[in-house]
């Protein structure tokens, strides 16, 4: 019978283990409770330092020697950036939205060092990114194998010794204060909240908040040993479907035939105002841009596999770059409504956020159109680059001192058809809007003032608050 090969960790994966369990033990003590409304996210300053330590354990545990090619110093770049809008923006629906963003630029920067094959593909992509969650799995045996080789012969001596030295000085600590926050009362002062809230903390408390400190830095570590262990897969070029072209041709066609009807529709009711629709104009041009948006993210879906996977027939690429025509004319149709929106009831966070994905769905639409008619070009990787980078940008705009300008000057320049939505701007917006609310209420002391304004908490954390106290 062969014998299991002994793992040991080198000094880099110790201390990245060590950074793993340090932002697991962030997350604990920030997030007591997982039925807190705000527990996907971490206060402004310690969300920051969750991601430096979390991608700092995942660089060091990467294949020693390697290095960042251009795409990889520009996705390195892109999450640093992201990463520190935690810290300098207050608004927590702004957090929600870039948590997600921050998480999947991390993957694709470790996946693009770890040197994945064709990862800027859309196969390539969902391959990559279902092994990274899987890496989250995979190797959670890995610190209890690296920890039982330390004290087999050849172990690292001053690896162990730390460890042992830990194990050791826990018990003997919490003893030695407790003895002497007993017999000394201005010593004990000291810890005294500390050792009331050990008092007073429910077992179940601790336990939960143990397993889950255990989970986090075993999952964090298994995916470090997937950045630094598991071997990138071979590169396979992409290969054509074998189904008949006939499928897609089909749901293309079906597509094109309903989007051509309702270009149609727009062009004479909405773009040229031809006829009054039985609600009113401004009432029908007011309304369905979400639903509009929603309807390009599926055409974009459905176009990108039909024109990747089916590139030599000419039919799928034709229907393909005809339907990408006509869901450019749903986007500027949801632009054309939004826009007349945004004019009578102002500026929100939503409101931009969609305005930003109309963008985004152009940019991504315009590449398929292009992909349609020269199947050859490869434009993923810097059409990401550019969305990603917008979406970076818009978050350093400071979009809800923007919002809370723009609001102001509507309102300013026609108050009779604009509303201004006070309370918005002062809570929603604050404390991002304060410079404005400020000379609002200067040059028009008629209006009134809420008598509280939104209060930091230790939530929020950020640069705005310090500015705003």
Do not use: H
């Given at each position: 019978m062969g014998t299991e090969k002994t793992i040991r960790f080198t000094r880099r994966q110790?201390?990245?283990?060590?950074?793993?369990?340090?932002?697991?033990?962030?997350?604990?003590?920030?997030?007591?409770?997982?039925?807190?409304?705000?527990?996907?996210?971490?206060?402004?300053?310690?969300?920051?330092?969750?991601?430096?330590?979390?991608?700092?354990?995942?660089?060091?545990?990467?294949?020693?020697?390697?290095?960042?090619?251009?795409?990889?110093?520009?996705?390195?770049?892109?999450?640093?950036?992201?990463?520190?809008?935690?810290?300098?923006?207050?608004?927590?629906?702004?957090?929600?939205?870039?948590?997600?963003?921050?998480?999947?630029?991390?993957?694709?920067?470790?996946?693009?060092?770890?040197?994945?094959?064709?990862?800027?593909?859309?196969?390539?992509?969902?391959?990559?990114?279902?092994?990274?969650?899987?890496?989250?799995?995979?190797?959670?045996?890995?610190?209890?194998?690296?920890?039982?080789?330390?004290?087999?012969?050849?172990?690292?001596?001053?690896?162990?010794?730390?460890?042992l030295g830990v194990m050791l000085c826990v018990p003997l600590l919490v003893i030695v204060v407790l003895l002497l926050s007993d017999a000394d009362s201005v010593f004990g002062g000291y810890f005294q909240n500390l050792i009331s809230a050990v008092q007073t903390t429910n077992s179940a408390t601790v336990l939960w908040a143990a397993i889950r400190f255990v989970a986090g830095t075993l999952m964090l570590c298994s995916l470090c040993c997937f950045m630094g262990l598991a071997s990138a897969p071979e590169e396979k070029p992409e290969t054509p479907s074998r189904a008949h072209a006939a499928m897609p041709a089909t749901v293309l066609g079906a597509l094109a035939a309903v989007?051509?009807?309702?270009?149609?529709?727009?062009?004479?009711?909405?773009?040229?105002?031809?006829?009054?629709?039985?609600?009113?104009?401004?009432?029908?041009?007011?309304?369905?841009?979400?639903?509009?948006?929603?309807?390009a993210f599926l055409t974009l879906m459905v176009v990108l596999p039909c024109v990747c996977r089916w590139p030599g027939s000419r039919a799928v690429r034709g229907l393909a770059g005809l339907v990408t025509l006509l869901t450019l004319v749903i986007l500027v149709s949801a632009a054309w409504r939004m826009a007349l929106y945004?004019?009578?009831?102002?500026?929100?966070?939503?409101?931009?956020?969609?305005?930003?994905?109309?963008?985004?769905?152009?940019?991504?639409?315009?590449a398929a159109l292009a992909k349609a008619l020269r199947p050859r070009l490869k434009i993923a990787a810097p059409v990401l680059m550019i969305v990603a980078a917008s979406w970076v940008l818009l978050n350093y705009a400071n979009i809800n001192a923007r919002i809370a300008e723009y609001n102001v000057r509507a309102w300013e320049a026609q108050p009779e058809s604009v509303r201004l939505d006070v309370t918005y701007l002062t809570y929603d917006l604050y404390p991002a809007s304060a410079p404005v609310l400020k000379e609002l209420y200067q040059n028009h002391p008629e209006l009134e003032q809420p008598v509280e304004r939104k209060q930091p908490s230790w939530f929020d954390s950020s640069v705005d608050w310090l500015i705003a106290q």
């Open positions: 110790w201390l990245g283990l060590g950074l793993t369990a340090a932002a697991s033990l962030l997350w604990v003590i920030f997030q007591p409770s997982i039925f807190d409304g705000r527990f996907v996210t971490l206060p402004g300053f310690g969300m920051t330092l969750w991601v430096g330590l979390t991608f700092s354990a995942l660089l060091l545990w990467a294949a020693p020697g390697k290095k960042f090619s251009r795409r990889g110093t520009a996705l390195l770049t892109l999450t640093v950036a992201l990463s520190l809008v935690f810290s300098l923006r207050a608004d927590e629906n702004l957090w929600l939205m870039n948590l997600p963003v921050q998480l999947g630029l991390m993957a694709l920067t470790c996946l693009e060092l770890r040197g994945e094959a064709n990862l800027f593909t859309f196969r390539g992509l969902m391959g990559g990114l279902g092994r990274c969650v899987a890496g989250l799995f995979r190797y959670l045996p890995r610190p209890f194998q690296a920890m039982t080789g330390l004290f087999e012969r050849g172990g690292n001596r001053r690896i162990k010794g730390f460890l989007y051509l009807l309702f270009a149609y529709v727009q062009f004479r009711y909405l773009f040229f105002a031809a006829g009054a629709p039985a609600q009113g104009y401004a009432q029908y041009a007011r309304s369905g841009f979400f639903q509009l948006v929603a309807v945004v004019q009578a009831f102002g500026l929100s966070i939503l409101r931009v956020v969609t305005l930003w994905g109309m963008l985004a769905l152009a940019i991504a639409l315009s």
